[in-house]
C-alpha cells in the first residue's frame, strides 16, 4: 500500500529546549545523560590512576620502601578503595545529583589527598612518589571546579603536605635531612600555584564557552520555536502542522489510529478588518487562537494555516467523536466577545477524517472543501463528511 505522504515529508523536529539536570546543570535535551557520561568518563579516568598509583605504593612497600606492616598497607588500601568505589557508586547510580556539584570532584580529590598524606606520613621513604601522586590529583579539578575551589583543594594539599612533613622532624627519623626536605617542600608547593594560575585561566575559558554554549542553544531553542510557529497567534504554522499530519498519518497506516482534521475560517473576516482596522482584526485573530488552543488536547493540534484560517488535527478520535467536540468550540466563540472591541464572532468548519493510505493533502482538500460547504450553506455551522464515505473508504483500502 503506497500512502502518498512523500509529498509533504519533513524532516524530524527536536522542539527541544533546555534540559535542567536536577535544577542545577542545563545542557540541551537529553544531554543530561551526556553530561553523567562526560562526568563518568573522568571518574573512569581519575580510577585509573588511582589503581595504577595503589599498584606503584603496594610495589614500593614490597620493595622495602615503607616502614608499613602488610597489614597496616592493606587496611590503608582498603579503606582508600572502599571510600572510592562508595563515591563512584554514589556518581554511577545518579545518586549525587542531589548535590550542588554531582560529580563529587572535591570529595574524590580529598579523599586522595588525604590517602597520600597518610602513606606519606607511614612511608616517608616513598616520599618523590607520593608528591608526584599529589601533583597528578588537581589536573582532575580542572573541569568542574571553579579556581577558587581549585585553590581551595590546593591550600588543602600544601597543609597536608607541609603538617607531615612537621610531624615527620619532630619523628626524628634517621633519613631526615630537615633543609632539604623543606626546599623540597616550597619548591612542591610553588609548582602547585603555578597549577592554581593556570587553572584559573583555564576555568575562565572554560566558563565563557559554557556562556556562549548556553547563548547558542537559547538561540538555537528561539529559532527552532520561530520556525514551527506563527508570529501573530502563538498557533503551530502549516509547515508544522502538515509534518504533524505526516506523523499522524503514518500511525494511522501502521496502527490504524484515526484522527481527523478540521479547517475553521471566521465569518466575514474582511468586514471587521474594514469597519474596525487591521489591528482589531489582528487581536481578533490572537484570541480566537486562544481559544482553539484551549480547546484542544495535549495530542492535537492547533495551527493557523493562513489569514483567518485555522487548522486543528483532533488525534485519536474519529468523526462522531470529534462532533460534540467542535460543537463546543464553535458554541464557545459565539458565547464570547473578540478583541477591546468585544466583537462577536462566528466561525464555519469543514470536518474530514483521515482514510488508510491516503495523502494528507487530500484529507485537507476534502475538509477545505467542506467548509466551502458550510459558507455557502449559510456560514456558522459545522460541514461533516458522512460517515458512510468514510466507511466504505475504508473498506476498499
Ligand atoms: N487583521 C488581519 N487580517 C487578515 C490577516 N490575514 C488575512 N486577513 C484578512 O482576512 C480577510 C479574509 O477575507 P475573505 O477571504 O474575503 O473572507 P471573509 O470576509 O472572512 O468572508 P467569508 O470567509 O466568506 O465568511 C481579508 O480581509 C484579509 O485581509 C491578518 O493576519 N490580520
Known amino acids: 500500500m503506497t500512502t502518498g505522504h512523500c509529498q509533504l515529508c519533513v524532516h524530524g523536529h527536536s522542539g527541544d529546549g533546555l534540559a535542567q539536570y536536577n535544577g542545577r546543570k542545563t545542557y540541551k535535551d537529553g544531554s543530561v545523560q551526556q553530561l553523567q557520561r562526560d562526568i563518568l568518563r573522568r571518574h573512569w579516568y581519575a580510577a585509573v590512576w588511582a589503581l595504577s598509583y595503589t599498584i606503584l605504593l603496594c610495589l614500593g612497600h614490597y620493595l622495602d620502601l615503607s616502614q608499613l606492616t602488610d597489614v597496616q598497607l592493606w587496611r590503608l588500601v582498603a579503606g582508600y578503595w572502599l571510600l572510592q568505589v562508595a563515591l563512584l557508586a554514589m556518581v554511577a547510580s545518579g545518586y549525587s545529583r542531589r548535590y550542588k556539584d554531582p560529580s563529587l570532584t572535591i570529595p574524590f580529590m580529598l579523599l586522595s589527598i588525604a590517602f597520600l598524606s597518610l602513606f606519606l606520613w607511614m612511608a616517608p621513604a616513598m616520599r618523590p612518589l607520593l608528591v608526584l601522586g599529589y601533583v597528578t590529583v588537581l589536573p582532575?579539578?580542572?573541569?568542574?571546579?571553579?579556581?577558587?575551589?581549585?585553590?581551595?583543594?590546593?591550600?588543602?594539599?600544601?597543609?597536608?603536605?607541609?603538617?607531615?612533613?612537621a610531624l615527620l622532624q619532630g619523628s626524628g627519623r634517621d633519613f631526615w635531612q630537615a633543609d632539604l626536605e623543606w626546599l623540597l617542600a616550597v619548591a612542591f608547593a610553588a609548582s602547585l600555584f603555578c597549577?592554581?594560575?593556570?587553572?584559573?585561566?583555564?576555568?575562565?575559558?572554560?566558563?565563557?564557552?559554557?556562556?556562549?554554549?548556553?547563548?547558542?542553544?537559547?538561540?538555537?531553542?528561539?529559532?527552532?520555536?520561530?520556525?514551527?510557529?506563527?508570529?501573530?497567534?502563538?498557533?503551530?504554522?502549516?509547515?508544522?502542522?502538515?509534518?504533524?499530519?505526516?506523523?499522524?498519518?503514518?500511525?494511522?497506516?501502521?496502527?490504524?489510529?484515526?484522527?481527523?482534521?478540521?479547517?475553521?475560517?471566521?465569518?466575514?473576516?474582511?468586514?471587521?478588518?474594514?469597519?474596525?482596522?487591521?489591528?482589531?482584526?489582528?487581536?481578533?485573530?490572537?484570541?480566537?487562537?486562544?481559544?482553539?488552543?484551549?480547546?484542544?488536547?495535549?495530542?492535537?493540534?492547533?495551527?493557523?494555516?493562513?489569514?483567518?484560517?485555522?487548522?486543528?488535527?483532533?488525534?485519536?478520535?474519529?468523526?462522531?467523536?470529534?462532533?460534540?467536540?467542535?460543537?463546543?468550540?464553535?458554541?464557545?466563540?459565539?458565547?464570547?466577545?473578540?478583541?477591546?472591541?468585544?466583537?462577536?464572532?462566528?466561525?464555519?468548519?469543514?470536518?474530514a477524517q483521515f482514510r488508510v493510505g491516503e495523502c494528507v493533502e487530500k484529507l485537507l482538500a476534502r475538509a477545505d472543501h467542506l467548509l466551502y460547504e458550510a459558507k455557502r450553506r449559510g456560514r456558522n455551522r459545522i460541514e461533516m463528511e458522512a460517515l458512510a464515505a468514510i466507511n466504505a473508504a475504508h473498506q476498499s483500502s
Open 140 to 165: 582532575f579539578g580542572m573541569f568542574q571546579l571553579t579556581w577558587r575551589g581549585f585553590l581551595a583543594v590546593t591550600l588543602v594539599t600544601v597543609a597536608c603536605y607541609g603538617s607531615v612533613l
Open 195 to 351: 597549577f592554581v594560575v593556570v587553572a584559573r585561566e583555564f576555568t575562565q575559558l572554560r566558563d565563557a564557552h559554557r556562556n556562549k554554549n548556553r547563548e547558542l542553544r537559547q538561540a538555537l531553542a528561539r529559532i527552532e520555536e520561530l520556525a514551527v510557529t506563527d508570529e501573530l497567534t502563538g498557533l503551530y504554522n502549516r509547515r508544522y502542522l502538515l509534518r504533524g499530519m505526516e506523523k499522524h498519518a503514518a500511525l494511522a497506516d501502521r496502527e490504524g489510529l484515526s484522527f481527523v482534521a478540521v479547517f475553521i475560517d471566521i465569518d466575514h473576516f474582511k468586514h471587521i478588518n474594514d469597519s474596525h482596522g487591521h489591528s482589531i482584526g489582528d487581536q481578533v485573530l490572537a484570541e480566537l487562537a486562544m481559544v482553539l488552543r484551549r480547546s484542544v488536547r495535549e495530542a492535537d493540534m492547533a495551527s493557523r494555516y493562513g489569514g483567518e484560517e485555522f487548522v486543528l488535527l483532533l488525534s485519536g478520535v474519529d468523526l462522531v467523536e470529534a462532533a460534540p467536540v467542535l460543537e463546543r468550540i464553535r458554541q464557545v466563540i459565539i458565547d464570547g466577545a473578540f478583541s477591546e472591541q468585544q466583537l462577536p464572532l462566528t466561525v464555519s468548519m469543514g470536518v
